[in-house]
Each structure stands twice: as C-alpha cells, then as structure tokens.
C-alpha cells in the first residue's frame, strides 16, 4: 500500500492521505516520493479546485519524520533528506488550488511544518501541534523555523521550538497557527469547507491564493500593486462575467474557470 493516497471526490476535491498508521504517519523517504507523485498529478489536473490533507488512522495527521528511519544519516544524507523535504513543502505551498489541512491528533515536527504548508489548518479537538525536535537532539529541517516565525512571530516560535513543547487545539488557535477549531469530525469539517471553495469562481480562487502567497514577504506598496494587477486580470476572465452577471439577475453564478 503506498505511503501517500490520492482520493478525488466530487465537485474538483482532492483527497490526499499520509497512510503510515502504524508509525503515525512519520514522514519517511517513501511519504516524500508518495507526496511528490500526488503533487505531480495534481497539479497538472486543472478540473482540481481544492484539496484537502489528512492521516490516516485517527491517531495523529503526521507525528514527524521518521526517526527510526532517520537515525542513522550521515550529515550530507540528513541535508539531501531536509532538502527533499523542503521541496515538497514548498511544491504544497505553490499548488495553484487551496490546500486545508485537517488535523486529528498530532502534527509534530515535520507533520507541523507539513501542515504549515497548507493554506488553512482545521485543528479538531484532539490536534496536537509542537516542534520537538530539540528533544532528539536536532532543529526543525523542513523550514519549521521560518513557516512559523512568519506565521507567529518570534515570541512564540522561539518558546515553541526551544521548548518542544505541545500545544492543543485552542492555543494553536490563539496564537493564529490554525485557522478554525472544530469541534466535531475535522475531516469532514474540511472536506464541506473544501466544497464551498470550489463553488466559488475558480480563477478567482487561485489568483486571490497567489496574491497572498507569492506577496507576502513584499513591502505593501509593491503587494498591493502586484494585488491591483491580478484584479484586473480577473476582469479578462468568463467567471468575473458571469458572476457579477448571476448577482444582477438574482440568480447563482455558474463557473466554467475560464
Ligand atoms: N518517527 C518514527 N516512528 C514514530 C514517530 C516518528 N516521528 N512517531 C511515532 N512513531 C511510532 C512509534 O515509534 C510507535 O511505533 P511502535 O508501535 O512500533 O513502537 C508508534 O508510532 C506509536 O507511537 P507511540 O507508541 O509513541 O504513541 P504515543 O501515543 O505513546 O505517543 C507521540 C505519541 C507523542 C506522538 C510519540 O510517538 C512521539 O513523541 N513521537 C515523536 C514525535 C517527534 O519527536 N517528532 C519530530 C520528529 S523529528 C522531525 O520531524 C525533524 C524535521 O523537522 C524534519
């Protein structure tokens, strides 16, 4: 059974599970290839309009990477593993559709900096978020330290990766490292958020993603203008038609993402 599933479910929604249970789903070299050939699938398929990811086995979304696996790298290996593992991150980051990570149970190390990658985190009651790494005697190496400083702010990434410490649900929540607590069913929390993304117009979707993304490190006079240029670029699109058409005929915007 491969170590990362591809589940396409109605209405352009991906599934994608890291399916290692019986080691909490730690990240290993065989979840960064599973997770590279998902990313390679996904991201030339553009009926996608978002997809959200999961663990399997109720226990935790990912505990890690894996540290039995791990242990005996040499330091040139340990880079190469810290390298691929950026890469895919990153891959995850950069996927034109919206990404919702849903968390049960823990995302610690780099299941927290995988998590970061998304664009949204749903956190169920149970979440578990921490960076470690320190306790084993390491640092974060899947950009750990800098997804969640900018996430954050120093103050609190420092006590969180100095310490290693765990945090549930509500504080993670506090400290705005997710985007909603769920009370209930995580999964199914971020699979309806999922669809409501998907009902909206698709191209504005993905340009309002970039628009944060790839502007967010700028000063605000160049984010902004580089905002007011994918604005207008919606205009020259069929979705910006028909949605501002379908709210003055009081009717619901039919998308085609063109
Ligand atoms: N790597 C490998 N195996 C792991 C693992 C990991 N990160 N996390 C859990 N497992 C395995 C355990 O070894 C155990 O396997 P066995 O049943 O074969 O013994 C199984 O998953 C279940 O785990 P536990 O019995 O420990 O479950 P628990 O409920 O008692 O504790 C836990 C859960 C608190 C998450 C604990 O497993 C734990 O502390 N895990 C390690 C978390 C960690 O340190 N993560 C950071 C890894 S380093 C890293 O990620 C570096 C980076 O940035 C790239």
Known sequence: MSSVLLERREGGIALITINRPK????????????????????????????????????????????????????????????????????????LPFPVIAAVGGFALGGGCELAMATDMIFAGPDAKFGQPEVKLGVIPGFAGTQRLVRRVGSAIALDLCLTGRMIGADEAFTIGLVSRVVEGDVLEAALKAAGKIARNGPV?????????????????????????????????????????????????????GE
């Not at 007011?228 to 028909?242: I, K, N, P, V, Y």
């Open 23 to 94: 080691a909490l789903n730690a990240i290993d070299i065989t979840v960064i290839d599973g997770l590279e050939t998902v990313i390679n699938t996904l991201s030339s398929d553009t009926s996608i309009r978002a997809a959200v990811m999961c663990g399997a086995g109720g226990k935790a979304f990912v505990a890690g990477a894996d540290i039995a696996w791990m242990r005996d790298l040499t330091p040139i290996q340990a880079e190469t593993f810290a390298g691929r593992g950026q890469a895919v991150i990153d891959r995850i980051a950069s």
């Open 204 to 256: 504005a979707v993905r340009l309002c993603k970039r628009a944060i993304h790839e502007n967010m490190d700028s000063d605000l006079k160049s984010a902004a203008a580089a905002e007011r240029s994918l604005f207008g670029l919606c205009f020259a699109t069929s979705d910006q038609t028909e949605g501002m058409a379908a709210f003055v005929e009081k009717r619901k915007a039919s998308f085609t």
